[in-house]
T-cell receptor, first 112, second 111 residues
Framework: NAGVMQNPRHLVRRRGQEARLRCSPM?????VYWYRQLPEEGLKFMVY????????ESGMPKERFSAEFPKEGPSILRIQQVVRGDSAAYFC??????????FGPGTRLTVL | DAKTTQPTSMDCAEGRAANLPCNHS???????VYWYRQIHSQGPQYIIH???NNETNEMASLIITEDRKSSTLILPHATLRDTAVYYC????????????FGAGTILRVKS
């Protein structure tokens, strides 16, 4: 059973471009969480999704950030018009019906 | 979720037991104690969780005091690969309950 997959692992964008981060949960997992880790800081919750629904987006910045988890395919975290402050590691976690979350390897976004 | 307090850092000799403490004096009756770790630049890894009984799995043991105000994560035979940041998280177990990470304890295992 493959673990949580995230791609790309490293992403470089120039200021003003869009970043799209993908997360494929573990097989059978229908809950997806996104967390962000800024340099030298702790992990912060961003958003929780179930298939086709955003359940909790209390940690998402109000502008430029969006997330989706379609019926088919991976969950996508989209950052529009990236700025240098968006440079961070973005981690996705998935869970089955239970509460334990299993994390992917992360996507490291660098904004030039 | 209740607040937790952990030491900033700890050292442990390779092959010895690593005992990582966590204080959670305001824990509620329905809150579990979870432990995760993050090895440098990797995604957090689930270790163990418990409510009030001591728990053991292939990675570690979790000892929770009778009053549940503190707990200790024990890595019985630490190796260099156990060097990581260890997070103690107290949370209600329910769907969609996000993990709230503190600063954690930096454990350095030395040869």
């Amino acid at each position: 059973n493959a673990g949580v997959m995230q791609n790309p692992r490293h992403l470089v964008r120039r200021r003003g471009q869009e970043a799209r981060l993908r997360c494929s949960p573990m097989k059978g997992h229908s809950h997806v969480y996104w967390y962000r880790q800024l340099p030298e800081e702790g992990l912060k919750f961003m958003v929780y999704l179930q298939k086709e629904n955003i359940i909790d987006e209390s940690g998402m910045p109000k502008e430029r950030f969006s997330a989706e988890f379609p019926k088919e395919g991976p969950s996508i975290l989209r950052i529009q018009q990236v700025v240098r402050g968006d440079s961070a590691a973005y981690f996705c976690a998935s869970s089955p019906t239970g509460p334990s979350q299993f994390f992917g390897p992360g996507t490291r976004l660098t904004v030039l | 979720d209740a607040k937790t307090t952990q030491p900033t850092s700890m050292d442990c000799a390779e092959g010895r037991a690593a005992n990582l403490p966590c204080n959670h004096s305001t824990i509620s009756g329905n809150e579990y104690v979870y432990w995760y770790r993050q090895i440098h630049s990797q995604g957090p890894q689930y270790i163990i969780h418990g409510l009030k009984n001591n728990e053991t799995n292939e990675m570690a043991s979790l000892i929770i005091t009778e009053d549940r105000k503190s707990s200790t994560l024990i890595l019985p035979h630490a190796t260099l690969r156990d060097t990581a940041v260890y997070y103690c998280i107290v949370r209600v177990v329910e769907y969609g309950n996000k993990l709230v990470f503190g600063a954690g304890t930096i454990l350095r295992v030395k040869s």
